[in-house]
């Protein structure tokens, strides 16, 4: 896998202390690398084991889709996807799975996928057929987050139902179920899952599906593009989840 969005969100570069996957290559065009930032991530990549090749503009430009190349490009193994790879929730917090229901776009996939790790969400499940979530546009638009919380796959939903057994599992719908700031739904251990760009949700899903929301459309658009609201609807959940903050007496 390429990484064609910013290196220094790969988990094995950084300093925070992830050990999700470590690089196998850097290529690096020495010309392109600016300030302190690059030299260090050379170095840690350097640390971690990776085969560092040494590449000219010309062959930068190619391996990147970026306008303005920063002279660094990684590759990594691929990520584990597999559902079992679902970590159960926690005992002692709420918990957010967003579930994609074969999404097609990468850009709407990616952004869900950074609108996820944003939350603090527990996982993001992709039901395929889906769009790739290694695509250099969806890793793009996660703008690294991929690395950052478990990124699953299932072309199974009666698995899926099973493995979502401890949340509640709540559908993004568009003219039907209760507005999401009028219901509880949101609240607790809670599957968010997000229909397809033209056919909203799959009818292989209603079986298990215990509560739709909406959000209001006073205007005279339709409805939501998938990534718009599936990021309202993660922060209404944020919102309705985070602890009360205690107030001090005067």
């Known amino acids: 896998m390429a990484l064609d969005a910013p290196v220094q969100d790969a988990p094995a570069l950084d300093t925070t202390g992830r050990n999700l996957s470590a690089p196998l ?33 010309i062959v930068m430009d190619r391996l990147t889709d970026r306008e303005e190349p920063q002279g660094l490009v990684a590759t990594f193994p691929l990520l584990d996807t597999s559902l079992d790879q679902l970590p159960p929730p926690p005992s002692d917090a709420p918990s957010l799975v967003l579930v994609l229901d074969r999404l097609q776009d990468p850009g709407n996939c990616g952004s869900l996928i ?10 993001v499940i992709l039901i395929e057929p889906s769009v790739d979530p290694f695509d250099p546009k969806t890793v793009g638009a996660s703008m690294g987050s991929l690395f950052n919380l478990p990124l699953l796959a299932t072309d199974d939903p009666t698995k899926l139902s099973v ?63 998938v990534a718009v609201a599936g990021g309202a609807l993660a922060y209404e959940w944020l919102r309705r989840n985070q602890p009360t903050p205690e107030t001090t007496p005067d």
């Open 163 to 225: 493995a979502l057994a401890p949340w509640t599992v709540v559908a993004a719908a568009a003219h039907q179920g209760d507005l999401a700031w009028e219901s509880h739904a949101l609240e607790g251990h809670v599957a968010l899952v997000l229909g397809n760009e033209a056919r909203g949700l799959s009818g292989d899903l209603a079986p298990w599906i215990q509560h739709s929301v909406r959000l209001p459309l006073p205007g005279k658009a339709e409805s939501l593009n």
């Open 25 to 57: 290559e850097l290529f690096v065009c020495r010309d392109q690398l600016r300030g302190e930032v690059g030299p260090a991530l050379l170095a840690r990549s350097e640390q971690a084991g990776a085969t560092i090749t040494e590449v000219a503009p």
């Open 114 to 123: 950074r609108t996820a790790d944003a939350v603090g969400a527990h996982a």
